[in-house]
């Protein structure tokens, strides 16, 4: 006990501001992340999702790039180049190679009007994939409005709009989906030469439009349930009160607080609705309610080959396996994309 001073004085220089190393030495947090850089370094970790992404990478150039440098056209239609096997050449082709000229193979050959069967397969992925990602769009954004408007106002709205939800529901899409687009395209077709400031959906193509119009009718309403579900929980949260109590309006509260918090959710469920919407886009093209001639799609496509299924079986492979590849994949990453920004749903 000796050597030591004993005393109920304080001493002054315990309670001196730390200088800079003293801070330093303390320091143990990581560095500050935000939630999507989580999510993002979490995706990076799963070998499967981003082999996914990877494909989906692949494919969209394919289809968005690869066509501008194609020396064929989609429609262009070649006299004497009919039925031509993959990297066959026509009999007016090989005396141009003769005489030394370079002519660019058919690497998929042609279809029976002598078209490229390579461009068109290009085309036909990029009509999909257009589909797929516009009806995602129009899917998040109605279904996310609606579901977080129901939650938010509750009581008596929340009811009313889920039994209009489950009305929905009950309806058997794939037939009215044919019902609307047989009916709605003379009507459509009618205003966009009508006016000349809906002249773009001749362009689009009035096919095109009623699609995004039934998948904007129908498909929302499970990106609606889900939001509500999330909505529901988060409104309860100390932020969102504290937001009311700083007069926020109904809308801002909506925007910057509730569906902020549901990005994970709206990210995934998006993702994985794109495979969905290119498989009914396929399904509508294959029983000839899709687009229309020249334009492919790769449900079209599909249809026309399975006339030459025994002669011409690679008309048939080359769409159904690209169709496969883009749908496997986008489910996949969506998987991952759960797993990356919802890690508590991780076994």
């Known amino acids: 006990m000796e050597g030591k001073n004993y005393t109920m ?16 030495s303390l320091v143990t947090m990581r560095k500050s992340s935000s939630f999507f850089k989580d999510g993002v370094n979490r995706l990076k970790k799963n070998p499967v999702a981003m082999v996914s992404l990877f494909v989906i990478i692949l494919v969209m150039i394919f289809a968005f790039i690869l066509p501008e440098f194609w020396p064929y056209n989609y429609k262009e239609q070649i ?35 002598g078209r ?13 994939l257009l589909v797929g990602m516009i009806a995602s769009v129009l899917i998040l954004i109605i279904g996310s409005i609606y579901g977080a408007c129901a939650a938010y106002f509750g009581g008596r709205v929340d009811m ?13 899409d794939i037939m009215l ?7 709605l395209k003379e009507p459509i077709k009618g205003l966009a030469n009508k006016y000349t400031f809906l002249s773009w959906i001749n362009i689009i193509g009035v096919p095109l439009i009623c699609i995004f119009i039934v998948f904007s009718l129908l498909y929302w309403v499970g990106m609606a349930r889900v939001v509500r579900s999330q ?46 919407s290119i498989f009914t886009e396929s399904f509508l093209s294959f029983i000839g309610l899709g687009v229309s001639a020249p334009m492919p799609s790769l449900g079209s ?14 008309r048939l492979l080359v769409p159904a396996i690209l169709i496969s590849l883009i749908i496997l994949a986008f489910n996949l990453l969506g998987d991952g994309l759960r797993d990356a920004f919802d890690p508590k749903l991780k076994k």
């Open 301 to 314: 496509m599909a249809k026309e080959a399975l006339s030459g299924m025994r002669s011409y079986p690679v």
């Open 9 to 24: 004085h304080l001493d002054v220089s315990d309670f001196l501001p730390a200088d800079e190393s003293e801070k330093q």
């Open 79 to 113: 006299r004497g180049s009919e039925n031509l096997a993959p990297m066959e050449y026509s009999l007016e082709e090989l005396n141009r190679i003769e005489a030394g000229e370079e002519v660019f193979p058919h690497m998929l050959g042609t279809d029976s009007l």
């Open 231 to 276: 909505v529901l929980t988060i409104k309860e949260q100390e932020y969102v009160t504290a937001a009311r109590a700083m007069g926020a309006g109904h809308v801002r509260i909506i925007k910057n607080h509730l569906l902020t918090n549901c990005i994970g959710t709206l990210i995934v469920m998006t993702t994985l609705q794109i495979p969905s």
């Open 116 to 128: 490229d069967y390579a461009v068109r397969t290009m085309m036909g992925a990029r009509i999909s």
């Open 177 to 183: 989906i044919i019902l609307m687009s047989v009916t």
């Open 160 to 172: 009313i709009m889920m039994r209009i939800v489950d009305i929905i529901y009950t309806v058997p």
